[in-house]
């Protein structure tokens, strides 16, 4: 079955920086585009970015572009968030996410916290 396995995240400071990994399995990882969300406490769960599946084109939101940066390694079956210059604001749980078909999947979440 689908699985999706976020890891990397913890407790930075301001300014500092974390990579998240999204390790995925059971579904043709190639062949699919990966996003990445986050929810904060208090609030809907948002896109951060998404990377097609040969890796050649990414897409951000305005909040995170410039700072984060997508990637994946096809042959790892691994998408990868680099989180740089990160921001109180950038507190969140962060997951990683698929759609096969018509349905999306998605993993478990890694937590990500930003102190002042």
């Known amino acids: 079955q689908v699985q999706l396995v976020e890891s990397g995240g913890g407790l930075v400071q301001a300014g500092g920086s974390l990579r998240l990994s999204c390790a995925a399995s059971g579904f043709t990882f190639s062949n699919y585009a990966m996003g990445w969300f986050r929810q904060a406490p208090g609030k809907e769960r948002e896109f951060v970015g998404a990377i097609i599946r040969g890796g050649g084109s990414t897409r951000y939101a305005d909040s995170v572009k410039g700072r984060f940066t997508i990637s994946r390694d096809n042959t790892k079956n691994t998408s990868y968030l680099q989180m740089n210059s990160l921001k109180p604001d950038d507190t969140a749980v962060y997951y990683c996410?698929?759609?096969?078909?018509?349905?999306?999947?998605w993993g478990q979440g890694t937590q990500v916290t930003v102190s002042s």
């Open positions: 996410n698929t759609r096969i078909g018509v349905r999306e999947y």
